[in-house]
T-cell receptor, first 116, second 114 residues
Framework: NAGVMQNPRHLVRRRGQEARLRCSPM?????VYWYRQLPEEGLKFMVY????????ESGMPKERFSAEFPKEGPSILRIQQVVRGDSAAYFC??????????????FGPGTRLTVL | AQSVTQLDSQVPVFEEAPVELRCNYS??????LFWYVQYPNQGLQLLLK??????LVESINGFEAEFNKSQTSFHLRKPSVHISDTAEYFC????????????FGAGTRLAVHP
């Protein structure tokens, strides 16, 4: 059973470009979470999605960031008009169900975004 | 709202010595507690978690953590560390009955020296 897949592993963008990060959850998992890890900091929750639904986006910046998890295909985190402060590692995690807070989340290897 | 504090950003230790990584949390509701480990350039892996029952939980590689409700702590310990334990360790909580959103501490970098 393949783990959580993220691509690309490294992404370099110039200021003002768009960044598109992809996440394929583990087989059988229908819950996806995105986290951001800034240098020398812990992970911060961004958004929680189920298939075709955004359940909790309380950690998403109000502008330029969006996420989706379509019926078919991977989850996408999209950052428009990137700025240097967006440089970070972006991790995706998946779980089989919500579980009221008890479920283990399985993390992908992350996408390291560098904005020049 | 919940918050997690990891009191030590870095912990250097010699091989085969014991280690304790400290974690305290703050929450107005009941929480579940987790320790994750991150090896260089990799994603996070679950080390252990406390949901209910015995307050002492153990992992398969010799780590253990004890939930102390009165002190709102969940410290991670290992009696004898190996070089391969060098990694970043994150303490995290989720809200009981919530959406499984993990709230992380800032992490503790464990460096094991020969």
């Amino acid at each position: 059973n393949a783990g959580v897949m993220q691509n690309p592993r490294h992404l370099v963008r110039r200021r003002g470009q768009e960044a598109r990060l992809r996440c394929s959850p583990m087989k059988g998992h229908s819950h996806v979470y995105w986290y951001r890890q800034l240098p020398e900091e812990g992970l911060k929750f961004m958004v929680y999605l189920q298939k075709e639904n955004i359940i909790d986006e309380s950690g998403m910046p109000k502008e330029r960031f969006s996420a989706e998890f379509p019926k078919e295909g991977p989850s996408i985190l999209r950052i428009q008009q990137v700025v240097r402060g967006d440089s970070a590692a972006y991790f995706c995690a998946s779980s089989p169900r919500t579980g009221g807070g008890t479920d283990t989340q399985y993390f992908g290897p992350g996408t390291r975004l560098t904005v020049l | 709202a919940q918050s997690v504090t990891q009191l030590d950003s870095q912990v250097p230790v010699f091989e085969e010595a014991p280690v304790e990584l400290r974690c305290n949390y703050s929450s107005s509701v009941s929480v579940y507690l987790f320790w994750y480990v991150q090896y260089p350039n990799q994603g996070l892996q679950l080390l252990l978690k406390y949901l209910s029952g015995s307050t002492l939980v153990e992992s398969i590689n010799g780590f253990e953590a004890e939930f102390n409700k009165s002190q709102t702590s969940f410290h991670l310990r290992k009696p004898s560390v190996h070089i391969s334990d060098t990694a970043e360790y994150f303490c995290a909580v989720t809200e009981e009955g919530g959406y499984n959103k993990l709230i992380f501490g800032a992490g503790t970098r464990l460096a094991v020296h020969p």
